[in-house]
T-cell receptor, first 115, second 115 residues
Framework: DADVTQTPRNRITKTGKRIMLECSQT?????MYWYRQDPGLGLQLIYYSFDVKDINKGEISDGYSVSRQAQAKFSLSLESAIPNQTALYFC??????????????FGEGSRLTVL | KQEVTQIPAALSVPEGENLVLNCSFTDSAIYNLQWFRQDPGKGLTSLLLIQSSQREQTSGRLNASLDKSSGRSTLYIAASQPGDSATYLCAVRGQGSSNTGKLIFGQGTTLQVKP
């Protein structure tokens, strides 16, 4: 089983619909992230969380919200999806620990298409 | 603002060739640099992580170097194989974002190794 699991893996929806992407991890990491990947643009950070009570905006947070339900769970919501939110979404984790290498571990991605 | 560029965007080589992928970044004040591999429709797999104090890292047929002063990193793949075909992404974590885990990604180099 993957250490970082995203659901759904693929979703097609219509403009204006509310969508939730979920991420769960078994790595025991405190830090979790949501990134978005668009063709030719690399990955951009949407939101990140250091623990259950800590949520921070990334580069492109407009139109998105997140919830950190537990250490192991971090969900991303699109309250009213629009076509330019069509992208591949990645959840990632990291663990500063006593020696913070800064390494991130990614899930397999959730492909969202907004019609 | 940190910017990460990868050249070339695409590369096709015959099997067995040694090859070099390039990554450049505009701000040399980095915490670390990470190389990832992404297969079509899949997530990101971490290949090598180089801390700012290091000059290179090796894993099997892969060798990554880092020259902070010139803002460059290279990923060297020895004796390429068709299974190496994928998109390779480099990502930089700035010193200022050492507490966020925020990575700045390049657009990637898509590699095709022909049998």
């Amino acid at each position: 089983d993957a250490d970082v699991t995203q659901t759904p893996r693929n979703r097609i929806t219509k403009t204006g619909k509310r969508i939730m992407l979920e991420c769960s991890q078994t790595k025991g990491h405190d830090r979790m992230y949501w990134y978005r990947q668009d063709p030719g643009l690399g990955l951009q950070l949407i939101y990140y969380s250091f623990d259950v009570k800590d949520i921070n905006k990334g580069e492109i947070s407009d139109g998105y919200s997140v919830s950190r339900q537990a250490q192991a769970k971090f969900s991303l919501s699109l309250e009213s999806a629009i076509p330019n939110q069509t992208a591949l979404y990645f959840c990632a984790t990291s663990d500063p620990g006593t020696e913070d290498t800064g390494e991130l571990f990614f899930g397999e991605g959730s492909r969202l298409t907004v019609l | 603002k940190q910017e990460v560029t990868q050249i070339p965007a695409a590369l096709s080589v015959p099997e067995g060739e040694n090859l070099v992928l390039n990554c450049s970044f505009t701000d040399s004040a980095i915490y670390n640099l990470q190389w990832f591999r992404q297969d079509p429709g899949k997530g990101l797999t971490s290949l090598l992580l180089i801390q700012s104090s290091q000059r290179e890292q090796t894993s099997g047929r892969l060798n990554a170097s880092l020259d902070k002063s010139s803002g460059r990193s290279t990923l060297y793949i020895a004796a390429s194989q068709p299974g190496d075909s994928a998109t390779y992404l480099c990502a930089v974590r700035g010193q200022g974002s050492s507490n966020t885990g925020k990575l700045i990604f390049g657009q990637g180099t898509t590699l095709q190794v022909k049998p």
